[in-house]
């Protein structure tokens, strides 16, 4: 547990002006950005379980904006500047490291689809470079870049600006900054139910620390938002599913860029202190539990040490498993609800860590004025009845 002198540990009140749902990442972030920018105070951060001991503690930290489409672009950007100057934000050192991000392209239909999205990110103004395997090679020396293995080096796209940060920097700095601020930060206090008016309109919640008023609930429980919904009968396009990881021992600095490879499944990049962090694709199956399957890690492996054979002898450490939670168009929901007083913010599938900051800042806007935030208004709910669909399933790829 972290200095307990970073915030209090309070029982919640009878009523709050915002009951915010979830303390992981987007739920402190929101909560910071609801205090800062918009100053309302009056807030209880509601966790199920200790603050920040869901998503956000179990993904591999990668930053990055270099997805295809417009909408997407513009609300990862938004997030990708707010991380450049989150640390001054917080006062605290998050190890964010700008090292830039590498996604190989094996085939030449990857080849192709990686220069369309680096065109599609220079259009929107995302820093984007495309690289030839003898660029590739230079970048990143250990990788296996001959031409007769299973999956040959074609080339890659290059975000020089995306990168890693500290998880638990992060959220202990969101954490803090908003406790500062007045907000509540109440841990081990489920949600189970909902209080309403004779309307419909949400007044409340109902806790396993008892009832809770509320002039307006935001949930951001990620893949359990589809769970606290139906309570509100609404019916969420979410599925739900575990993702795999896995950290090394620690080794001496060889690897100072992340590399993701979409053909084989894996992406690696090199923590602070010295371990390997390396990630695989969703299970096939949905559900909420927090490990996966022990194939996946074995291919996982065997993927990394074919990019990497220098990793070929070095140890697992632990692995662990997150819950993405994903939408048919694999981008994120996110603006006010059906039912009045209730907002959601949930769908970002593997791109929850990357979105911390932006998705906070538009989710807060959002939730201060009753209405969408101009980067929010494309990821409505609406789009899924209206055929507006967002897919990102190429440019969200694996990583977490």
Same mark, same amino acid.
């Not at 309307?199 to 609930?217: D, F």
């Not at 909420?288 to 993927?303: L, N, W």
């Given at each position: ?12 009140? =009878?009523? !709050? ?8 990442? +987007? ?5 910071? /950005? ?21 998503? #956000? ?7 990055? =904006?270099? /997805? ?7 609300? !990862? ?40 999205? $680096? ?70 206090? @489920?949600?189970?139910? %909902? ?12 806790? =396993? ?31 739900? +599913?575990?993702?795999?990881?896995? $950290?090394?021992? #620690?080794? @001496?600095?060889? #690897? ?10 894996? !992406?690696? =990049? ?23 399957? %022990? ?12 990019? %990497?054979? $220098? ?51 538009? !989710? ?37």
């Amino acid at each position: 547990m972290p200095d307990a002198k970073l915030w209090d540990d309070p029982d919640p009140r =009878s009523a !709050y002006d915002v009951v915010i749902v979830g303390a992981g990442g +987007h739920g402190l972030a929101t909560a910071h /950005y609801l205090a800062r920018n918009h100053g309302i105070t009056d807030v209880a951060v509601l966790e199920r379980g200790w603050l920040a001991g869901g998503n #956000l503690a179990r993904n591999t930290t990668i930053i990055r =904006s270099n /997805y295809l489409w417009d909408e997407s672009a513009a609300v !990862y950007e938004h997030s990708l500047r707010l991380w450049e100057g989150l640390e001054d934000d917080l006062g605290r050192d998050l190890k964010f490291s700008r090292r830039g991000v590498l996604n190989l392209a094996h085939s030449p239909a990857d080849v192709r689809e990686g220069v369309r999205r $680096v065109n599609a990110n220079r259009l929107n103004g995302v820093d984007a470079e495309w690289l030839e395997p003898g660029d590739v090679r230079e970048l990143v020396p250990i990788l296996d870049t001959s031409p007769d293995v299973r999956f040959p080096v074609l080339g890659g796209t290059f975000q020089p600006r995306g990168g890693i940060a500290r998880h638990d920097q992060v959220a202990w700095g969101l954490a803090r900054a908003a406790h500062e601020r007045g907000v509540h930060l109440v841990q081990n206090c @489920e949600v189970t139910g %909902f209080r309403r008016a004779p309307g419909g309109a949400v007044t409340g919640v109902e806790t =396993s620390r008892g009832p809770i008023g509320a002039g307006r609930v935001a949930l951001c429980a990620a893949g359990h938002t589809s769970v606290l919904a139906d309570m509100l009968g609404i019916r969420l396009p979410l599925q739900s +599913h575990p993702l795999q990881a896995l $950290v090394s021992e #620690l080794l @001496e600095p060889v #690897l100072d860029t992340v590399v993701m490879s979409n053909a084989v499944h894996v !992406y690696v =990049s090199q923590a602070h202190k010295g371990e390997l962090v390396m990630g695989a694709g969703i299970d096939a199956f949905n559900g909420y539990g927090q490990r996966g399957s %022990f194939h996946v890690v074995e291919q996982q492996i065997a993927a990394a040490v074919e990019l %990497f054979p $220098v990793f070929a002898r070095a140890h697992v450490l632990r692995t662990w498993g997150g819950i993405v939670d994903v939408t048919p168009d694999a981008s994120p929901i996110i603006g006010p609800s059906a039912v009045e007083n209730v907002f959601i913010n949930c769908g970002w599938g593997t791109g929850g860590f990357k979105a911390t900051p932006g998705a906070g800042h538009v !989710y807060a806007d959002t939730i201060a004025h009753g209405r969408p935030h101009p980067l929010a208004e494309p990821f409505g709910l609406e789009r899924f009845t209206t055929g507006a669909l967002i897919d990102e399933h190429g440019a969200a790829a694996v990583a977490h």
